[in-house]
């Protein structure tokens, strides 16, 4: 029995290496909602949510994901059992419909603690690694061509990422296509290139773009139409030539589901934020799987822990024939955690240590923590250098 004593929570405002340009938002910063689970015997697990400029993307925000954890899941899960998590994910679906993000962070906290409790990594307890590392991209947003060429060069010099997601949708079609052309051109067969119109697109232009981006050299849309548009994605899948990945549509095993039947998508983009925890990303991978789909490894742009999460699920899963984004951390000017993420030969090592592998830096968090959140009662063991309250 690992029984749960505390849970608190707490947002972060982490300034980002450069303004993110989507469809739907433009992000300087991105707020971090940590979750902090402590165990009567003072074992703590961390989670974090994440979502893209406030309730920009998703029906949920940092600040309504930390209420709602405060509010009706810290007295809920508080002296349940940590080493059931699916019993309290049931409990926790029981009570509270949707707000998938919020239920996310708890589970990665709860898998966090139990595998700390236990000296494993998360990766264990999920069926165990059948890999060390995955392989990541690295999205393009910038907004300028020549800080796009000048970042990708820079990348591929690092041996950080050699294949780019470009951020579209905000300019037209035409310049838009151009763009890729232009990056296509610059770059030859040294990187390779998708696109993620993040449902900027009609049903006609994602036509017509299907056609010009594959021209321009592109292997992939992501999320071209609108995200309840099921029929649409799967029309434009029986006719592009190029892929076509769902994103936004994705929000949970019963949506993964639908897609899957109706093949809406070559690909499917699995988020352990949209799935509402570890658990139902899992069972969207077996969905999606079971259903000939082709799986990349997505992100909310999660810091280091979210990102450790994602990549705790990902490695027991052998394929992503469209690799993984899990580059948050990278856009992120500090990070949070005592151990960075190592990535090396254009992937991330898979954190080794117990439970997620990764732990918080009390001054880094005391340092970017949103105004009115501190003082924080720090759990003793997260971090043996800080045993007082900041
Ligand atoms: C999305 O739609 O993919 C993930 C990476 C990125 O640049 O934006 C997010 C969301
Ligand atoms: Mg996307």
Known sequence: MIKIRTVQTLIVDVPLKRAHMMTMAVM????????????????VGIGEATTIRGAAYVPESPETIKTLIDAHVAPLVTGMDASKPRA??????KAIVGNHFAKCAVETAIWDLVGKSLAVPVSALLGGAVRTA?????????????????EGEKLLQQRRHNIFKVKIGRRSLAEDCDWIARLVAHFGDRARFRVDVNQGWRFLDAQR?????????AELIEQPIARDDIEGLAML????EIAIMTDEAINGPQRMYEITRARAGHAVS????????????????????TGHMDLYGGTMLEGPVGTAASAQLFATVPTFRWDTELFGPLLQRDSLTIEPLIYKDFELQIPQGPGLGVSLDWDKVSAYAREGQMPFDIPARSNEGALHAV
């Open 209 to 217: 773009g299907c056609r010009m981006f594959a021209d321009a050299g």
């Open 270 to 289: 699995i988020k352990i934020a949209q799935a509402g925890g570890l658990l139902a990303a899992r069972a969207m991978i077996d969905i999606a799987q």
């Open 134 to 150: 995955v392989p990541v991209l690295w999205t393009l947003a910038s907004g300028d061509f020549g800080a796009d060429i000048e």
């Open 88 to 93: 309290i994910m049931a409990a926790l679906s």
């Open 237 to 240: 899948t029986r006719s592009s």
């Open 28 to 43: 300087e910063r991105q707020s971090c909602v940590l979750v902090v689970i402590t165990s009567e015997d003072g074992e």
